[in-house]
């Protein structure tokens, strides 16, 4: 069964700090892992994927398989982050999404 | 990316009555997926909607409950049946363009009153 623990519901990082947004999954196979963000008032929206390797908004997350690991790391938080961050598994071409984790960046 | 027009976006309706919500993408996609999202809860995945063939539905999620039209490759329908309160969520249509890149739409707030 695939799973992803997101173990952090709420989070709140000084402006200038690091961040760090937790994931942790469970699954089989061979996993694909994704960030989505939501800010306020919009629609979710595809943050990263740990397939491109790439690095939106400042944002990297690193694929661990021996941690079984894809947290989501920024070395200094903007306020404009602030937003609802969720960690995805995909596998048989579905999503799997974790509880989320609310991040507010203190000004 | 897609780009995933859904409607309503908000209703409130009345037990015992049923919503049909409509998601249109602006290209063809061959699998649409719908996704319920209970208040403070995370996203949970109702169905996975092929054109021309039905809806497979996962655990805990049925047809007679949670009917879904798929009639071409830009379009979907979920119908959320006999609706009670429990029925209060927000449900978001989602479609993969290609690669991966999982769009959703601006998703509907469903309350049951």
């Known amino acids: 069964a695939q799973r992803v623990t997101q173990p952090e519901k709420l989070l709140s990082v000084f402006k200038g700090a690091p961040v760090e947004l937790k994931c942790n999954y469970s699954?089989?196979?061979?996993?694909?892992l994704f960030w989505y963000v939501q800010y306020s008032r919009q629609r979710l929206q595809l943050l990263l994927r740990?397939?491109s390797r790439e690095s939106i908004k400042g944002f990297t997350a690193d694929l661990n398989k021996g941690e079984t690991s894809f947290h989501l790391k920024k070395p200094f938080a903007q306020e404009e982050d602030s937003a609802m961050y969720y960690c995805?598994?995909?596998?048989?071409?579905?999503?799997?999404f974790g509880t989320g984790t609310r991040l507010t960046i203190i000004p | 990316s897609a780009v995933i027009s859904q409607k309503p976006s908000r209703d409130i309706c009345q037990r015992g009555t049923s919503l049909t919500i409509q998601c249109q993408v602006d290209?063809?996609?061959?699998?649409m997926f719908w996704y319920r999202q209970q208040p403070g809860q995370s996203l949970t995945l109702i169905a996975t909607?092929?054109?021309?063939?039905?809806?497979?539905?996962e655990s805990g999620f049925v047809i007679d409950k949670f009917p879904i039209s798929r009639p071409n490759l830009t379009f979907s329908t979920l119908t959320v049946s006999n609706m009670s309160p429990e029925d209060s969520s927000i449900y978001l249509c989602?479609?993969?363009?290609?690669?991966?890149?999982?769009?959703f739409g601006s998703g509907t707030r469903l309350t049951v009153v």
């Open positions: 989602s479609v993969d363009p290609g690669s991966r890149s999982y769009t």
């Open positions: 699954y089989s196979g061979s996993p694909e």
């Open positions: 740990h397939i």
């Open positions: 995805a598994l995909g596998g048989n071409e579905k999503l799997t």
């Open positions: 290209s063809q996609v061959t699998m």
């Open positions: 909607a092929n054109q021309g063939s039905e809806a497979t539905y």
